[in-house]
């Protein structure tokens, strides 16, 4: 009953959170603030395109457009939610047997808060670089990754077209070291909003690489080459797995940009008996 009783308020207080964030526009608003932020990168594309002969309305748009609001919104709503909040009390009362009172090992409150929130991107970005590295390099998670590098055309929409079990990979592995760590906010609503545009960027139909701060921030130059179909003999397995940051990519020797990669081909070998709908593409992990 206890479990029940979580999945309930879960499924409630999420629901009322959506039809809130919706209907009361405002600064503290990830709905709007994913809705303004996709016109703007999608008008700078339209603006100024990398590639010119590519269609502002690009090939897989609104399919593309759907896995936004879905991923971002809908999973949460759907199962999400209310799976990770029976997670979380399941592993609180693991801890309470093993006589774990608090996982907290570092303590960092007593720093600013734009330290904690810096620090807390640092660790956050890391692990994701590190869970985006098995995704490509374990079999049955690259079966559900296959899915974000089924764009054919780049463009902003393609940051957020991923598989749901996606999220629960990289929810899980990131769980426990933030939890370690005592941050002190409450308000991380800036960083996330960064990274939703910094990741709308690299996926952008922009010719960008930001000068010398292309070592430090990911780009549209270096992830297109993420996404290319032939990956170089030296590195199977995929390259420039940076999320935000390409730090991690030049520090461990993953970053290869070989030239221009404004016309090269998008996708993975065999491609083309993937699954082009929603429900297809939901589906192909599991039948292998």
Do not use: C
């Amino acid at each position: 009953m206890q479990y029940l009783k979580t999945i309930g308020d879960a499924y409630t207080g999420y629901w009322n959170y959506l039809v809130y964030e919706i209907t009361h526009p405002q600064v503290h608003n990830y709905f709007y603030w994913l809705l303004g932020l996709s016109v703007l990168v999608w008008g700078l594309e339209v603006v100024i395109p990398w590639r010119k002969y590519q269609k502002p309305i690009r090939r897989d748009f609104w399919l593309d457009g759907f896995y936004m609001f879905f991923n971002f919104f809908l999973f949460s709503l759907i199962g999400y939610n209310a799976l990770s909040n029976v997670g979380v009390e399941l592993f609180n009362q693991l801890l309470g047997q093993l006589g774990i009172e608090n996982l907290v090992a570092l303590e960092v409150q007593a720093l600013p808060s734009w330290v904690q929130l810096f620090v807390m991107f640092l660790i956050a970005d890391f692990i994701q670089w590190n869970t985006h590295r098995l995704l490509h390099r374990v079999p049955w998670l690259w079966e559900f990754h296959k899915l974000h590098h089924s764009v054919k055309e780049m463009g902003f929409a393609a940051h957020l077209r991923f598989h749901w079990m996606e999220t629960i990979v990289y929810k899980t592995i990131q769980y426990i070291p933030l939890a370690m760590i005592g941050f002190g906010i409450q308000d991380f609503f800036i960083v996330h909003i960064i990274t939703v545009l910094i990741g709308h960027l690299n996926h952008a139909n922009l010719n960008w690489s930001y000068g010398p701060l292309k070592y430090i921030l990911n780009n549209p130059k270096m992830h297109i080459w993420h996404h290319a179909k032939e990956m170089p003999e030296t590195h199977p397995y995929g390259i420039n797995f940076g999320i935000s940051l390409s730090i991690w990519d030049y520090l461990f020797g993953t970053a290869v940009i070989p030239k221009d990669g404004k016309d090269i081909e998008l996708g993975f070998e065999e491609d083309e008996t993937y699954p082009e709908d929603f429900m297809g593409q939901m589906a192909e992990p599991f039948k292998k």
